[in-house]
Nanobody, 117 residues
């Protein structure tokens, strides 16, 4: 399984971005895809996750501004980010874990999101 994220960039405070993550290979029918981010000098944190059935979870800091979705036919996950803040700046990684595991088994290379003040 390989994951490839895209859609990062530079945006002003209050702006929007849409990230995409496409998986290749056999991802089975029992998986959860997720977005993580890592800001400079900080640990990687979970931003949002979505099961293959569409059940989504969010970090408290983004729950009213970000929306995660997926298209199972395209093996693609999206993250619509709105009302962006400078603290949303970081490298965003997509990940995939099998439903019976706690931690991701596969990671994408990351895409940079920079929110200017």
């Amino acid at each position: 399984v390989q994951l490839q994220a895209s859609g990062g960039g530079l945006v002003q405070t209050g702006g929007s971005l849409r990230l995409s993550c496409t998986a290749s290979g056999n991802i089975l029918n029992s998986n959860t895809m997720a977005w993580y981010r890592q800001a400079p000098g900080k640990q990687r944190e979970l931003v949002a996750s979505i099961s293959i059935g569409g059940s989504a979870n969010y970090a408290d800091s983004v729950s009213d501004r970000f929306t995660v979705s997926r298209d199972n036919a395209k093996k693609t996950m999206y993250l619509q980010m709105s009302s962006l803040k400078p603290e949303d700046t970081g490298v965003y990684y997509c990940a995939l874990r099998w439903s019976w595991l706690q931690d991701p088994s596969y990671w994408g290379p990351g895409t940079q999101v920079t929110v200017s003040s």
